[in-house]
């Protein structure tokens, strides 16, 4: 055990009166993260609960840095929902669009270290919010058209690392589906332990916001006692040792900190699939921070890659090439990455499409017997940007095609449009050979 000297290098820290009649002014980053958690948390409820007969039917969302649940809008000068709220009506409007007709728990834990957040969120924002009837820490029936959500908060006031061995230890007794939304003010909030603590949870994941900027201004390239908290802190001796701070301004120097970070994470905190969204200031080409979503779960990525083009207006960007499986240089993302800009448009739809031509297509070539579904997901689902959608489209015009065939229990589908399964197995066509190359 050792000491920690907590340090806050994110500036000012955002602070709630208890009553609400104090909020702080909402930024457009903090407005992108939430844009993000909210579509993909919808996104995950419908996936999960649509899934087989009876879909999950347990979930545990924990928020370790809730703060008070309410924002001052001054761009459309209004209130801006937090991210408490924002992950109910997430649940709420998943649920409801899922059409499911049996009842889903879901289980609230909202955690930050300043009682005053905890009563402006329980006393002013959720009742603003119409949510007013959760703050009493009781299960609650939240009725649709289809079937029944059972809600409970539970609010703790203290430290997220003091807290987390009792929330992991929380959702090992309730079983089913966790997320972790770790949005610290400062990057020592967090360890490298608690990371790895949930990720071997069953069926749970993280969305973590990743302070590279404030690292890479007080911590990386540096000597003293920041460096040797944040290695010891987050595990990170031996990496960013390349790091050349003067060039922060190239794409490959851009490239080489996002892969060391999605290295860190994935073989220090066990995380097997690592997805970033980087948040760059509007005008800029340094990153501010990334947005890291953890997970042991190939579903969960499938779903937040989902997410990622369907929330395509947000100043976040994905690179190609990056997924933190072993070391590389800035030389060498210098070399075949000229820009850290990806828009969701028709030409990266496209360019989308052709990755999948090379990445999938060599893997069914080399093949010839067949490969699940699933398994080809496995393989490639990190190591491009397309969603579910574009695997379906892309297998489903080689079908058309005559490239391929599917089989499914045996037999050859023969349908125009086929929605696929885990268990299909896809092979090279009876009467033509695949030319991919």
Same mark, same amino acid.
């Given at each position: ?5 907590i340090? /806050?290098v ?8 208890a009553?609400? %009649? ?21 996104? !995950? ?6 899934? @087989?007969?009876?879909?999950?039917r ?8 809730? =703060? ?11 209130e ?17 669009k ?33 949510? @007013? ?14 079937g029944? !959500? ?13 807290l ?26 967090? %360890? ?33 006692k920041?460096?040797?908290?944040? /290695?010891?802190? !987050? ?16 794409? @490959?120097?851009?490239? +080489? ?20 969204? &980087? ?10 921070? +990334? ?15 989902? &997410? ?9 960007? +994905? ?6 499986? =072993? ?11 000229? &820009? ?8 990266n ?30 393989l ?26 599917i089989?499914?229990?045996?037999? &050859? ?16 066509s ?8």
């Open positions: 055990m050792f000491f920690l000297e340090v /806050n994110s500036g000012a820290q955002a602070n709630w009166s009553d609400g %009649s104090d909020l702080p002014e909402i930024d457009p980053h903090t407005k992108a993260k939430h844009k993000i958690l909210e579509k993909y948390l919808e996104n !995950l409820i419908i996936t999960l609960c649509g899934k @087989g007969r009876y879909g999950e347990t979930f545990t969302f924990i928020d370790g840095f809730c =703060g008070g649940g309410m924002y001052e809008d001054r761009d459309n000068n209004t801006w929902e937090g991210s408490p709220i924002k992950i109910i009506k997430a649940i709420r409007a998943g649920y409801k899922s059409k499911r007709k049996y009842t889903v728990n879901i289980k609230y834990i909202f955690i930050d270290k300043d009682k005053q957040h905890l009563n402006c969120l329980k006393n002013y924002s959720m009742p603003k919010a119409g949510l @007013g009837e959760l703050i009493d820490g009781k299960p609650h029936e939240c009725k649709t058209e289809y029944t !959500l059972v809600e409970e908060c539970e609010f703790r006031i203290g430290e997220f690392e003091d987390v061995n009792e929330c992991v230890f929380k959702v090992d007794i309730r079983k089913g589906h966790s997320l972790f939304f770790l949005d610290p003010f400062g990057w020592t909030d967090v %360890s490298m332990e608690s990371i790895k603590k949930i990720n071997y949870l069953n069926k749970s994941e993280i969305l973590f916001t990743y302070m590279i900027d404030y690292l890479k201004r007080f911590v990386i390239g540096k000597h003293g920041e460096q040797i908290t944040f /290695n010891r802190l !987050l595990e990170a001796e031996g990496y960013y040792e390349s790091a050349n701070l003067k060039n922060l301004d190239r794409v @490959g120097e851009q490239c +080489y900190l996002r892969n060391e970070s999605m290295r860190l994470f994935r073989d220090k905190g066990k995380a097997k699939y690592v997805f970033t969204f &980087s948040l760059i200031p509007k005008g800029d080409v340094i990153v501010l921070y +990334y947005l890291l979503h953890l997970s042991n779960n190939l579903t969960a990525l499938e779903v937040i890659k989902e &997410s990622f083009w369907q929330e395509n207006n947000l100043d976040y960007q +994905y690179c190609f090439d990056l997924y933190g499986h =072993g070391f590389k240089t800035a030389e060498f993302y210098a070399e075949g990455q000229a &820009s850290l800009i990806f828009n969701i448009t028709k030409n739809y496209d360019f989308c499409i052709d990755k999948l031509d090379r990445d999938i297509g060599k893997i069914i070539y080399n093949n010839p017997d067949g490969i699940r579904y699933r398994d080809l997901c496995d490639t689902m990190e190591l491009n940007p397309a969603s579910r959608e574009h695997y379906r489209s892309y297998i489903n015009r080689l079908k058309k095609e005559q490239e391929i065939e089989v499914r229990e045996g037999k &050859s589908v023969n349908s125009s449009n086929i929605i696929l399964q885990k268990d299909d197995i896809i092979k090279v009876k009467f033509k050979q695949l030319s991919f190359f």
